[in-house]
């Protein structure tokens, strides 16, 4: 009775992971370089200790025709981040202390897209290496999307660490599918890449989108959910031509720094983060160990096949795929533990810094309860009060008041209203 009941289950997962693959028979096109008439876009990098992997990315900024200005937010860094900055030609903001409830990259954006000029603004990591045309390409998108993520080559040292990094990015793939799907996800299935990202300025202070996610760790996708529910046009696109991301010196580090955000825990009702474990420990890890075991069934077999599938897609993913990314499925039990710790106990510290109880993002038809960290909460409540993003204050005024001139969200029943891409235009 049992096997009868774990085989349906296991039929299942494969039923909605073959689902969510098919999709990629749909993707859109890969972003293409793209040439603006005149330079209009403005890059902002949060940077906290990136002494050691900043210039390589403000070098390639920099040199971009199509990019305005630089802005590196010092995010209160204790090497040489802000001095390598300036002394490249970056516009250098120097990082207000941390408020509360606020998880140090979203305080660091908000600041910096403050600081911005430019009608566009991309926000870029310190390990991102952009080529010629991106910033071009995601101007042009934001013709048809309110936000855009892009997704990059990664760069891996060593069969280790590419072996376990490609199977912790099957573990994405086999949840939401693959990159670029033609048809938009529901806005709580919504994905999104923190490491480039572009949107209008006026539209995204409007909306005030970094102050709504301030204590998600997983906040590229909080912001993406939070944003499409909001009714905004959500894009996450395939950049690998145009764009490399060396995230990890190791596979410790992949394992460590990587896995601790990987299950997207503060922005994924409990729901589907147990729908979600499901899929990948009966779809791509048992199997894997009951043929270590020698017990495969025939459901096994056929789940190790489209596994060794994704595996030779994924290789597209890599600046330079080896014999690791072949391997992954090997790893797949591990990085579906990996999943499960980080869902069961969630890691909340980063560079130094403890965060208080994560944050749970809260819009409509997820199924999510607006959790509490800190001071603040992440979501606007339709004719409420909602605390205020600003350091010392008290409360935003409800739904039907003016905003001030400092945040001034555009609401519809509670929800900030997409921007209007033909007006931005």
Known sequence: MKMRLLTALQAAAALAVAVRLARGRRRRP???PVRTASPRVSVVIPARDEEARLGPCLSAVLADPDVAEVIVVDDESRDGTARLAAGLGAKV????????????????????????????VVTLDADARPAPGLFGA????????????????FVCDGSVEQALHASFLATLVYRFGP??????????????????????????????????????????????????ADGWAVGFLDAGGLLEVDMHDSAAGV??????????????????????????????ALPVLRLV??????????????????????????TRPGPGVLLSPLLDPLAALRLTQATLRPVRNWRG??????????HPGSG???????????????????????????????????????????????????????AAR
Request: some cysteine; proline content about 8%.
């Open 293 to 318: 075991a020698g017990r495969p069934t025939r459901l096994d077999l056929g789940l190790l096949a489209v596994r060794l599938l994704l595996a030779g897609a994924l290789r597209g993913s890599y």
């Open 138 to 153: 995601l101007a042009a998108a934001l013709g048809e999307y309110d936000l855009v993520s892009a997704g990059p080559r």
């Open 353 to 362: 810094r403890v965060y208080p109880a994560a944050t749970m993002v809260s």
């Open 368 to 422: 999510m309860t607006g959790a509490r960290s800190g001071r603040g909460t992440t979501g606007i409540r339709s004719g409420g009060a909602a605390t205020d993003d600003r350091p010392g204050s008290g409360t935003l005024p409800g739904p039907d008041a003016r905003p001030g001139p400092e945040t001034a969200p555009v609401t519809t029943g509670g929800w900030s209203a997409p921007p209007d891409r033909s």
């Open 255 to 284: 394992w460590r720094e990587w896995g601790r955000s990987l299950s997207l825990r503060d922005a994924t009702a409990p729901g589907w983060q147990a729908a979600d474990l499901a899929v990948v420990w009966l779809a791509a």
């Open 93 to 120: 903001v120097t990082g207000a202390p941390l408020p509360d409830g606020w998880v140090g990259k979203q305080w660091a954006l908000r600041q910096g897209v403050e600081a911005a000029e430019g009608d566009v």
């Open 179 to 228: 990159i670029g799907p033609a048809t938009p996800p529901a806005p709580h299935r919504a994905m999104a890449n923190g490491q480039c990202t572009a949107f209008r300025r006026t539209a995204m202070l409007d909306a005030r989108g970094f102050a709504r996610v301030r204590g998600n760790m997983a906040d590229d996708v909080a912001l993406a959910r939070v944003l499409a």
């Open 30 to 32: 890969a972003l293409a």
